[in-house]
Each structure stands twice: as C-alpha cells, then as structure tokens.
C-alpha cells in the first residue's frame, strides 16, 4: 500500500468553527507532514512529526494544531481560522526525516478548505 | 538556505513532441537529492523522478529523464513523447542529506501545457 490518504476531501468552515483533518499512511513510515498550497504556488512545509513527536513547527498560528496519535495518523485541529486561511491542505510521508533518500516524500490529494 | 528556481511559469508541447523544464538550486552541500514531482489539476502530487547528487549518471524513468550538472547545479526535466496525461504542474524540489528534519525545498513551479 503506497497510499496516503485524506479526508475529508472537501471543507467549508465559518470562522468561529472547530474542525479537523485526518490523514493516514499504511506504509510504516515514520515522518508524516502537513503542507498548505494556495493556487498555482507551491506546498509551503506548515508542521513535520517524527515517531509521533513535533520536530519542525514553521511558525504556524496557534489555531493550526496538529496532533499525531500513532506512526499511521496525522490530524490538524483548525480552530477560529480565517478567510486567508482557506487553501489545499496537504499531508505527506517518508521513510524517516534523516535526509537524503528518506525525503522522498509521499502526498496524500488534499483537502480544500474554504473559510467563509 | 538552500533555494530553487524554476524560470518559466509556463511552458507547452505539442503531443508526442519533446519538452524541457529548467530547475537551478543553490546550496553549499555536497550531500543532497533533487526531485521532479508533477501536479495535475486537482489531482494529487506525484514523484515523477529523483536523483542523487553523488550519482553522476542521470535519472530516468520511462519518458522522462534528467540533466544533473553538479557544477551548475542545473536539474532539468526531459518529458519525451509528451502525453496529454502530462499535463500538469511540475515542481522541482530539493532535499538535504544528513539531518534535513525532512524539509523540501520547492521551485516555484512550471505549468505545462500539452497540445494535441
């Protein structure tokens, strides 16, 4: 299984809402990713695990939370977000974060969220 | 900081022709992989090839090769026999070896178009 997968594929959220998104990997991979991408921009890194802990928080704004309950699942917790915040939602896997051939990462589709 | 750039925005093929996507980088290291991965519209994000930088034979995959110059740090992309399945955004990226805590570094990306 090569897949990763994310859901919901679609999300509209108003500011005061609280919702997640929940990616997994079956691959055994133990660094998982999440990515935000405006359009025709590239993926801009937002958080990175490593066995299940936080190694890289790129200054994202609190009311991104992610959360890494075991090695196959990632989820971000969007909590009183913001018009500007809407964008593809990318979640992505590798081997391990220790360099070289283990940065070939793996991306889930996405989910786009629009926040109204 | 390692960056990335990819100088044409856009480019276009007629199918069945031949195209070339352009990527240069900067970086001190001498231990580092480098990465096509394509995007289609609304589809999720592939790994189309990747090399390594010790490697001085360049990568291919079916249809698509690469030109590596270490020395000019160029890393383009040959799409031979173009397919309208090509069509897509193509980012070039950059991973560090040793402990890069996982971190690509993207180009800007080059909207391909292809003609039939």
């Known amino acids: 299984d090569t897949e990763v997968t994310q859901t919901p594929k679609h999300l509209v959220m108003g500011m005061t809402n609280k919702k997640s998104l929940k990616c997994e990997q079956h691959m055994g991979h133990r660094a998982m990713y999440w990515y935000k991408q405006k359009a025709k921009k590239p993926p801009e890194l937002m958080f990175v695990y490593s066995y299940e802990k936080l190694s890289i928080n790129e200054s994202v704004p609190s009311r991104f939370s992610p959360e890494c309950p075991n090695s196959s699942l990632l989820n971000l917790h969007l909590h009183a977000l913001q018009p500007e915040d809407s964008a593809l939602y990318l979640c992505?896997?590798?081997?391990?974060?220790?360099?070289?051939?283990?940065?070939?990462?793996?991306f889930g589709p996405g989910t786009r969220l629009t926040v109204l | 900081a390692q960056t990335v750039t990819q100088s044409q925005p856009e480019m276009s093929v007629q199918e069945a022709e031949t195209v070339t996507l352009s990527c240069t980088y900067d970086?001190?290291?001498?231990?580092?992989?480098l990465f096509w991965y394509k995007q289609p519209p609304s589809r999720q994000m592939i790994l189309v090839i990747r090399q390594e930088a010790y490697k001085q034979q360049n990568a291919t995959e079916n249809r698509f090769s690469v030109n590596f110059q270490k020395a000019a740090k160029s890393f383009s992309l040959k799409i031979s026999d173009s397919q309208l399945g090509d069509a897509a955004m193509y980012f070039c990226a950059y991973g560090a070896g040793g402990t890069s805590y996982g971190k690509l570094t993207f180009g800007q990306g080059t909207i391909l178009t292809v003609h039939p």
């Open positions: 992505a896997s590798s081997q391990d974060i220790a360099g070289g051939s283990y940065n070939e990462q793996f």
């Open positions: 970086t001190s290291e001498s231990d580092y992989y």
